[in-house]
């Protein structure tokens, strides 16, 4: 028994070294990257400090409410939700599966944080890989709430026309790609991988609803923990590049009908505003930019950012992660640079 629980310990045990390996390396980088900026522009090294911490608080809280909405959904789906459940109304082909995973936002309207670990239990239950990276990526914006927030800032014209439109498109188009050349057992990390087999707690949770609602909190708590902590890591990095790198730096160089796509999905990648509240900071770049780098940071900041790359690694392997950076990165570009181009800048 003894020799068990030593053995069982083992790995966890040798993960502590590198864990704190890793949060020095962090702590060192933070310390360099801020020393470097207080030198070089001769600001207060307490007050980039400040800064920092201002718009690192700003991302975290901003997302956290989300991110425990997704957590509290990922326990009930574990606990009421059956994969059998799951796969009786799954579409048979997979078209089918990634056009409903764009739309299944509507059933589940979560955020960029919230939607990683909805996914990822609905991966466990049977979900295809299509139909959960399409879900991924569109889910974001595909909820009644974003709808409401992009039509209250922009009014029913180009720009909510074209979110909905190349949203819908990049995420089943990358959906296909990547449910046509990936497996899952080579795609998904185990802890998001089912096989189509029920390792839910569905039948072990206690009979009584409330102990399965007890129970499916339990799971959520557990979820969010997990989850919290690429949270944590990604609006950290969102907030040292917001105070490292100008934005006036990307703002002059925003013109011209790609330049200006490209450096809109770049601050869309770095500011990492949630999807709820992202309309009206791009109501800020209306006179700056031309249509379709707004409708690019619109469609594109949802899908991907610094803190949902890093929550990514939690579901994915490393390299469907780089995948699904760069698919919607330059199909979103590319769908950007049209509308300038159609619209004539």
């Not at 200006?260 to 109501?283: E, G, K, N, P, R």
Request: aromatic share 10%.
């Amino acid at each position: 028994m003894q020799l068990e629980a030593e053995h069982n310990a083992g790995p966890q045990a040798a993960a502590r070294p590198l864990k704190l390996l890793g949060l020095a390396l962090a702590a060192a980088l933070f310390l360099g990257a801020t020393s470097y900026q207080a030198l070089s522009s001769g600001i207060e090294y307490t007050l980039i400090v400040s800064v920092f911490a201002t718009r690192f608080l700003g991302i975290f809280v901003e997302a956290v409410p989300f991110l425990l909405l997704g957590s509290i959904t990922s326990g009930l789906i574990e606990t009421f939700v059956k994969s059998d459940d799951i796969l009786r109304f799954l579409p048979r082909n997979r078209l089918g599966a990634a056009i409903g995973g764009a739309f299944l936002g509507l059933a589940f309207p979560v955020c960029e944080c919230g939607v990683v670990p909805v996914t990822r239990r609905l991966f466990s239950k049977g979900l295809p890989l299509s139909m959960g990276v399409a879900f991924l990526l569109a889910a974001p914006f595909m909820n009644p709430i974003v709808f409401a927030s992009t039509y209250i800032a922009f009014g029913l014209g180009p720009v909510f026309i074209g979110r909905i439109v190349i949203t819908v498109f990049v995420a089943v188009t990358v959906g296909l790609v990547i449910g046509a050349f990936a497996k899952a057992d080579a795609a998904l990390k185990p802890v998001a991988r089912g096989g189509g087999e029920d390792h839910s707690h569905a039948d072990h949770a206690p009979p009584s609803f409330q102990g399965k609602l007890l129970h499916a909190l339990q799971i959520g708590s557990d979820e969010f923990f997990e989850m919290g902590r690429f949270l944590i890591l990604g609006s950290a990095l969102a907030a040292l590049m917001q105070t490292l790198v100008p934005q006036e730096s990307l703002l002059s160089l925003g013109t011209g009908p790609i330049l200006s796509v490209l450096f809109m999905q770049i601050l869309a990648y770095i500011l990492s505003v949630c999807s709820t509240v992202d309309s009206f900071l791009a109501l800020a770049f209306v006179n700056t930019f031309t249509t379709g780098a707004i409708v690019s940071f619109l469609s594109f900041g949802p899908m991907v950012d610094i803190k949902s790359t890093l929550m990514f690694s939690g579901v994915f392997r490393r390299r469907l992660v780089i995948y699904l950076i760069i698919m919607p990165f330059a199909m979103n570009l590319l769908a950007g640079v049209l509308i300038n181009l159609w619209l004539g800048y």
